[in-house]
């Protein structure tokens, strides 16, 4: 059974960082590529960052590289979202999505003073 769960997520003030983590199993987790989403208020789901099965290979949304990093291990069947600089816009539920089309259940994120 394929699952992806998220953790990570909480309050933080604007300014401060992040990481998320997304836990796999049920899947060849080494071979396929993994994404972030994220769902702010009011607003559709949005990709937020890719990253190649071997690490070489990195995408990110429009305006966001430079405060999102998305990283993995693999030994740990495991894919990283670090937000650094986080601003209230980002408040929002971030999901976990593996290239086959499997979500995780989201770990919210809210900024705010």
């Known amino acids: 059974q394929v699952q992806l769960v998220e953790s990570g997520g909480g309050l933080v003030q604007p300014g401060g960082s992040l990481t998320l983590s997304c836990e796999a199993s049920?899947?060849?987790?080494?071979?396929?590529?993994m994404m972030w989403y994220r769902q702010r208020p009011g607003k559709e789901r949005e990709f937020v960052a890719q990253?190649?099965?071997?690490?070489?290979?990195?995408h990110y949304g429009d305006g966001l590289k430079g405060r999102f990093t998305i990283s993995r291990d693999k030994a740990r069947r495991m894919t990283y979202l670090s937000i650094q600089n986080l601003e209230p816009v980002d408040t929002g539920v971030y999901y976990c999505?593996?290239?086959?089309?499997?979500w995780g259940q989201g770990t919210q994120v809210t900024v705010s003073s």
């Open positions: 049920g899947f060849d987790f080494s071979h396929v590529e």
């Open positions: 999505k593996n290239e086959g089309g499997a």
């Open positions: 990253i190649g099965e071997n690490s070489y290979y990195f």
